[in-house]
C-alpha cells in the first residue's frame, strides 16, 4: 500500500518546510509527496525544487483545490491525502492509516483526528472526527482536511475531484459530494495530524466569508429552522463518542524555531473546544 501525499503551496516558504519534513520521517510505510507550488515568489523556488523528499511542480494553477486535484492525477499511490503548508503529520501517522485501511477493505475514506495549535506550534484544542450527519453538515462543516485519507478509487474512479469553482469552501462541497454520493465512511480512531491556527488561514479571508455567506443561501429552506437541533444533537453525538473526555497527553512537531527536529509539547489538560472557532 503507497501513499500518495499532497501539497499546494503558495507564497509559505517557511511552514512548507516543516510540512514536508513532518511527512519525511513517517516509518514504515511507501510513500511519495507531491508539492504543487503556483510559482511562489517568496524564496520557495530557491530550495523546492533541490529537495529529494519530495516530487515539486511549480506551475501557476487555479487556487488551491485545482493545485490539489493536479496533484491527484500525478499520484501513483493507493491512498491519497492532501496536507496544506500549515499542517502537518504527527510520527506514525501513516502506519495507522495503513493498518485501518488494511483492516477495513470496504472504506473509502478515513477520518482521522487532529491536533490544532497557535503560529508557535502551542496547543489549542483536540478534534476528533466523525462520520457526518447529511443535515448537519450545512451548519458545521465537519472534516478537518488534515485528517482525512482517501483510496485513490474516491477520485480515479468515482471522479470526485474538488468543485474548482469555489477557492475557499472547496472541502464542504467536497464533503457534499462525498454524502451524496454515499461514499463508505469510517473513523480511524487515531490522532494523525497537527493544524496551526495561524490566525491567517484561508477560511477567515474575505472571499471565504464571501463563499459561507453564499453557501448559506443553498441551505434548504426546511432544514433552516432546525439549525439549533442540528448543532445540539451533533453536539451529543460528541458526548457519546467522548470527545470530551480526553486524558493528559503529548505531541512532537516541527516548529519555525526548530525545523530540523521535532519539539514534545506536554498537554496536561486537554481539550476539544476549539475556542477561536466557536
Not at 519534513?21 to 523546492?48: F, K, M, R, Y
Not at 469553482?165 to 495530524?193: E, I, N, Q, Y
Not at 524555531?257 to 489538560?269: G, K, L, N, Q
Request: glycine share 6%; net charge positive; charged share 25%.
Amino acid at each position: 500500500m503507497k501513499f500518495s501525499i499532497i501539497t499546494p503551496s503558495f507564497r509559505n516558504s517557511e511552514w512548507l518546510k516543516l510540512c514536508i519534513a513532518s511527512v519525511a520521517d513517517q516509518s514504515g510505510v511507501e510513500l511519495e509527496h507531491i508539492v504543487q507550488d503556483s510559482c511562489s515568489d517568496d524564496g520557495t523556488q530557491d530550495w523546492l525544487p533541490h529537495d529529494p523528499r519530495v516530487q515539486a511542480f511549480i506551475e501557476k494553477d487555479g487556487g488551491m483545490y485545482d493545485a490539489v486535484n493536479r496533484g491527484y492525477r500525478r499520484a501513483t499511490g493507493d491512498i491519497l491525502a492532501y496536507l496544506n503548508c500549515d499542517e502537518q503529520y504527527l510520527p506514525g501517522a501513516l502506519a495507522a492509516v495503513q493498518d485501518f485501511f488494511e483492516k477495513n477493505p470496504g472504506v473509502e475514506v478515513a477520518l482521522a483526528g487532529s491536533i490544532i495549535t497557535d503560529g508557535e506550534g502551542q496547543y489549542l484544542c483536540h478534534r476528533q472526527l466523525m462520520v457526518p450527519n447529511p443535515r448537519h453538515v450545512w451548519f458545521r462543516f465537519p472534516f478537518l482536511t488534515s485528517s482525512v485519507f482517501i483510496r485513490r478509487s474516491v477520485v480515479h474512479e468515482r471522479g470526485l475531484f474538488f468543485d474548482t469553482r469555489w477557492r475557499d469552501l472547496g472541502d464542504f462541497h467536497w464533503a457534499l459530494a462525498l454524502l451524496k454520493a454515499r461514499v463508505p465512511m469510517a473513523v480511524c480512531p487515531v490522532f494523525t495530524s497537527v493544524f496551526a491556527d495561524t490566525g491567517d488561514n484561508m477560511n477567515m479571508k474575505p472571499n471565504a466569508i464571501r463563499e459561507k455567506k453564499e453557501t448559506a443561501r443553498m441551505i434548504p429552506f426546511w432544514l433552516r429552522p432546525l439549525k439549533l437541533l442540528w448543532i445540539l444533537n451533533h453536539r451529543l453525538r460528541r458526548l457519546r463518542h467522548g470527545h470530551f473526555g480526553l486524558k493528559e497527553t503529548s505531541y512532537a512537531i516541527y516548529t519555525q524555531t526548530s525545523p530540523e527536529r521535532r519539539v514534545t509539547i506536554a498537554v496536561p489538560h486537554p481539550t476539544s473546544v476549539w475556542w477561536n472557532r466557536l
